[in-house]
């Protein structure tokens, strides 16, 4: 399986990090790469009891001999970057293996500007971003008037570049937002302070991921956010700003769609949300409270609450759908442990009319209400099971259950946050 992506399959934090990591360590995968995003992913791996998180660089980097590479597609903030890298090397790991595209579009800090004052702006309907400049970057970047990785490396485009780049901005930010313009020597000095530390990670990273399919060597595909966040497929405008779906892979790596072997979905055994958004199985009760207690349901990047409900198939379908995908990881199952009965959302009610599929419009996908169905629950702790068989029959059952209603098979199931808390899926 020399290309394989892994993605989320609902709204982000299903265990993308941990599926990433599992994969890498265990099918001697090559190089890890991002493809989408920025640092406003959360991903936590933990192994032997030890937690991390990574952001904006992929997991992989915690493998020993693996190559982490951010792709063209990755919004890269340099003091992101080198915060992250600063502290993951503080703590013993190994960060020389890390390859950046030179046309990944940076972020600078008017985009965070940008990003918090435009939801001060939009006041209750915000989106509610993580505040990161993801959004005011990626708006650049379509604009055509975006800062990339090379142009750091030439102080007069550079400059050029900045210089247009902040031409309307400075207006909007002074005589709309009420804010002071920014200074485009402040932006050109801030930029370039990490020029010299850049330069020797930037590659042509399309070719250098080529080349290695061409040898044989395994390509991972680390998905961040998630197909509900999708710019295009996700729940518009409550999204991010970049293709979080398999097609986003070949845009922002610059690998062609006839190179992807597997696509693996990541979904959790219910669901959660962060920031702001229609999610027709929220749960408001003492459920919602359960699950996010159980689950530690806290992002990993913003620290807020993420709101909890139970699993939703027409998510997962659509999933499978838009993403083609081949297989799902399923996370969490151990977090459903004593609950009665488990509701699972089969289809919408959407206005009275049922609906099996996604509805087509956000003004209907606003008014789906979920049709549950109620599947035997268990009570058995079953983080430390090691093997399908070993697990409650209604957690087998549970697992089955969702197989059928998703429409693509599950190959692994999480019973915990560690490595080795995983099981195979008989087929
Ligand atoms: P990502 O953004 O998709 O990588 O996911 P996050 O790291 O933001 O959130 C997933 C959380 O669930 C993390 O705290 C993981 O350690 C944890 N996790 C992953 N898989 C499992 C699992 O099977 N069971 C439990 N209890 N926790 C898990
Ligand atoms: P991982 O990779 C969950 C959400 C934000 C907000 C919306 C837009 O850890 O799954 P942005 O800052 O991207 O403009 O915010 O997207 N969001 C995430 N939610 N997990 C993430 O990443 C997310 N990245 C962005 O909460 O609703
Ligand atoms: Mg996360």
Known sequence: MPAIVVLGAQWGDEGKGKATDLLATTDQIDYVVRTSGGHNAGHTIVVDGEKFATHLLPSGI??????????????????????????LAARGVDVTRLVVSANAHVIASYHQTIDKVTERFLGKNKVGTTGRGIGPTYADKVARVGIRVADLFDEKILHAKVEGSLDVKNQLLAKVYNRRAVDVDAVVDELLAYADRLRPLVADTSLLLNQALDRGQTVLFEGAQATMLDVDHGTYPFV????????GVCTGAGVGPTRIDRVI??????????????FPTE???????????????????????????????????????VNGLTDLFLTKLDVLSSWEKVPVCVAYDVDGVRHDEMPMTQTGFHHATPVYEHLDGWWEDIS???????????AQAYVRALEEMSGTPIWGVGVGPGREQILSVPH
């Open 283 to 321: 749960l408001f009760d003492s459920d919602g409270e359960k699950l996010w207690k159980i689950g530690g349901e806290v992002g990993v990047s913003t620290g807020r609450d993420r709101r909890c409900g139970w699993y939703d198939a027409v998510i997962a379908r659509y999933a499978s759908r």
């Open 265 to 278: 979905g990541v979904i959790k055994a219910y669901t959660t949300r962060v920031g702001s958004g229609p």
């Open 384 to 394: 430390g099971c090691r093997a399908f068989e070993a697990l409650p029959a209604n």
């Open 240 to 247: 991010t700003s970049s293709n979080a779906v398999a097609g």
């Open 62 to 87: 915690l493998t020993p001999g693996c190559t982490a590479v951010i792709g063209n597609g990755v919004v890269v903030s340099p003091e992101a970057l080198f915060r992250e890298l600063d502290a």
